[in-house]
């Protein structure tokens, strides 16, 4: 079993710039691919990015790439989502989740775990 807790969500000025954590309780991220997931009012929830197990291959949302970096730190209990020139569109519940697989996948339905969310609002 892995507890997910989500952090660093907010309110930030179009432009601005938001770093996200993910800690991972119960095991630690070393034997799981990580991703982040979004899901805003009335849309589906979709994805952001992962960071493939054991390896830093790392996969990005056409959406976001350039501007997110996904990332985890040596201990493996954190994966953190740097989000760099935000715009409102931006704005959603942002999750952590993850999964033992290691194939690409943009499908929530593939991944075991989830946290509960944190909210990002970027204002215009």
């Known amino acids: 079993q892995v507890q997910l807790v989500e952090s660093g969500g907010g309110l930030v000025q179009a432009g601005g710039s938001l770093r996200l954590s993910c800690a991972a309780s119960?095991?630690?991220?070393?034997?799981?691919?990580a991703g982040w997931f979004r899901q805003s009012l009335g849309k589906e929830r979709e994805f952001v990015a992962d960071?493939?197990?054991?390896?830093?291959?790392?996969h990005y949302a056409g959406s976001v790439k350039g501007r997110f970096a996904i990332s985890r730190d040596n201990a493996k209990t954190t994966v953190y989502l740097q989000m760099n020139s935000l715009n409102p569109e931006d704005t959603a519940v942002y999750y952590c989740?993850?999964?033992?697989?290691?194939?690409?996948?943009?499908?929530?339905?593939?991944?075991?775990?989830w946290g509960q969310g944190t909210q990002v609002t970027v204002s215009s």
């Open positions: 989740a993850a999964r033992s697989s290691i194939y690409y996948t943009t499908s929530p339905g593939t991944y075991d775990y």
């Open positions: 119960g095991r630690t991220f070393s034997g799981y691919t």
């Open positions: 960071i493939i197990r054991y390896g830093d291959t790392t």
